[in-house]
């Protein structure tokens, strides 16, 4: 009996697997335009502002053209947003509160970015990236001026340099990030590029 039900369930999971459209999850962050689309609609259904939607997609104005592929904030859920605050209280402790921004900021382009998982949760976990993941500090939980700044860091994209990296060389030294280019120094941190 528990046999049959099992595998009456797991056709059932299958089916459902295979019944929703398929979309490459690389662009669950883009939006085409359609035909009768403005900056403003676009914003408005995805909860951004018009001039951050410019921002995003390097448009000095609001014209737009059907068909077009439009680079959309990352949009993150309650859990992601924690997930974030506590990388961001780990990694920058110490650190001022546009340090703070900008580490959070670092993880949200890497989200967007080819280089790296599509998703926060596979940017944070993407194998030696962060050392509160590796230590255990990132299971501690964040504290209101983190989580505040996480707040600002998704408000803040695409107004951003780009910045894909961030170390302390007090602390660390990689001849993989001396050859990228520097976007900008908040307190110990370094950013690049």
């Known amino acids: 009996m528990f046999k049959k039900?099992?595998?009456?369930?797991?056709?059932?999971?299958?089916?459902?697997?295979?019944?929703?459209?398929?979309?490459?999850?690389a662009h669950a962050n883009t939006?085409?335009?359609?035909?009768?689309?403005?900056?403003?609609?676009i914003a408005m259904k995805h909860g951004v502002s018009a001039q951050q939607l410019q921002a995003m997609n390097d448009k000095e104005n609001a014209e737009i053209y059907p068909g077009e592929q439009l680079q959309l904030p990352v949009?993150?859920?309650?859990?992601?947003?924690?997930?974030?605050?506590?990388?961001?209280e780990a990694e920058a402790k110490g650190e001022s509160y546009a340090g703070k921004v900008a580490v959070a900021t670092v993880v949200l382009n890497r989200v967007e970015?080819?280089?790296?998982?599509d998703s926060l949760n596979g940017v944070v976990y993407?194998?030696?990236q962060f050392s509160p993941v590796l230590n255990g500090t990132i299971n501690q939980p964040a504290g209101a001026e983190?989580?505040?700044?996480?707040?600002?860091?998704?408000?803040?994209?695409g107004y951003?340099?780009?910045?894909?990296?961030?170390?302390?060389?007090?602390?660390?030294?990689?001849?993989?990030?001396s050859s990228k280019e520097v976007t900008t120094v908040i307190g110990d941190h370094v950013f690049l590029r």
Do not use: C
């Not at 939006?31 to 609609?41: A, C, E, L, N």
């Not at 949009?75 to 961001?88: G, I, N, T, Y």
């Not at 983190?146 to 994209?157: C, G, L, P």
């Open 5 to 25: 039900f099992l595998l009456t369930g797991l056709a059932a999971v299958s089916l459902l697997a295979f019944s929703f459209p398929v979309e490459s999850f």
């Open 31 to 41: 939006h085409t335009v359609q035909k009768g689309d403005s900056i403003y609609k």
């Open 75 to 88: 949009a993150l859920s309650a859990s992601e947003k924690d997930l974030l605050a506590r990388l961001v």
């Open 113 to 117: 970015s080819d280089l790296f998982p």
């Open 126 to 128: 993407d194998g030696i």
């Open 146 to 157: 983190s989580k505040r700044a996480v707040n600002e860091a998704i408000a803040y994209q």
């Open 160 to 177: 951003d340099r780009e910045s894909l990296f961030f170390y302390n060389p007090d602390k660390a030294q990689s001849d993989y990030l």
